[in-house]
C-alpha cells in the first residue's frame, strides 16, 4: 500500500466479496461493446485493473489480443485468476497491485488501459487523485484508456444516503464526504447491516463533471462520455464510462 493510508475496501472485498467477484462469468453487453469498439490492434499491449477473477482480462485475450495483465489488489483473487489462466492454457498474466501505487510497472507501458467495472471507486478517498496520476503514468504517448465510474445522479436515494451517513461521521468526527457512501451489499446478495457502523468502508460516487474534470487535470484528453444504458440498453445506467487519450 502506498505510504501508510488504510484501505478498508481491500479488507471488505477480501472478507465479503471474493467468492461473487471470481464466481462471475461472462461480459456484460455494454462492456463487449465498448472493449470492442476501442481494442482494435490486437498486436498492442493491454493492462486491466481489478480483474477480480479475470472475467474480462480473458474476454480481452479472445479479442485477439496476446500481450495482456490483469492486476488488482486481493491476492486471493490473484491467485485464483492466475489458476484458471493456467488451466485454460491462457497467456493472461495476473499479479497483484494496488491502483495507486503500480510501482511494479514502468512508465508509459501499455497501449491500452481497462479500468471498468467502477474499479477506482473502490480507492480510498485519499488515495484516488495518486490512483488517476499511476494511470497516466504507466500509460503509453496517445494511449486509449477506458474508465468507468458509478454515477452519482443515477439512484435516486444517493442524497439521502449520503445526508444520514455524513451526519454520524461528522458526530463521530470522522471525514466527511457528499460521494463517499458505504456499501450496501456483501457478495452481492446480502444487505449490509453494518453500513452505518463507525469505520466503515466506502465508495466514491463522483457526479459526471466532476470526474471529467479531474481527468482532465491530470492531463487525459476525454474522447467518449456515455451511460452503461446507452450503450446497450440492458447495461447498467449507473455505470459511466468515459473514454480517454494519453
Not at 474476454?59 to 495483465?69: A, H, R, S, Y
Not at 466506502?202 to 474534470?213: A, F, G, H
Request: net charge neutral; with cysteine; hydrophobic share 40%.
Amino acid at each position: 500500500m502506498a505510504g501508510t493510508t488504510a484501505n478498508p475496501n481491500k479488507d471488505f472485498y477480501t472478507e465479503h466479496m471474493v467468492d461473487s467477484t471470481v464466481r462471475r462469468e461472462g461480459v456484460w453487453p455494454e462492456e463487449a461493446a465498448i472493449l470492442k469498439k476501442y481494442l482494435t490492434d490486437a498486436d498492442k499491449t493491454v493492462v486491466e485493473a481489478g480483474a477480480g477473477g479475470g472475467r474480462l482480462t480473458f474476454f480481452i485475450e479472445e479479442l485477439g489480443f496476446d500481450q495482456v495483465t490483469g492486476f488488482d489488489i486481493v491476492s486471493e483473487m490473484m491467485a485464483i485468476a492466475q489458476k484458471k489462466a493456467t488451466e485454460r492454457n491462457s497467456k493472461v498474466h495476473f499479479l497483484t497491485g494496488d491502483a495507486s501505487n503500480l510501482d511494479c510497472f514502468p512508465d508509459a507501458n501499455f497501449d491500452y488501459l481497462v479500468y471498468i467495472q467502477q474499479v477506482l471507486c473502490f480507492v480510498p478517498q485519499p488515495l484516488f487523485h495518486k490512483a488517476l496520476m499511476e494511470t497516466f503514468r504507466i500509460a503509453k504517448k496517445d494511449a486509449t484508456v477506458i474508465f468507468s465510474f458509478l454515477d452519482y445522479h443515477s439512484r435516486f436515494y444517493n442524497p439521502m444516503l449520503s445526508f444520514l451517513s455524513n451526519t454520524l461521521r461528522y458526530l463521530r468526527k470522522e471525514t466527511v464526504s457528499k460521494h463517499h457512501l458505504p456499501w450496501l451489499k456483501l457478495n452481492d446478495t446480502e444487505f449490509n447491516w453494518k453500513l452505518f457502523a463507525k469505520g466503515q468502508p466506502s465508495i466514491y460516487w463522483p457526479t459526471k463533471d466532476s470526474i471529467i474534470e479531474q481527468l482532465k487535470a491530470v492531463g487525459f484528453r476525454i474522447e467518449e462520455v456515455i451511460k452503461g444504458n446507452e450503450i446497450h440498453k440492458k447495461g447498467n445506467k449507473g455505470a459511466l464510462y468515459i473514454v480517454c487519450k494519453k
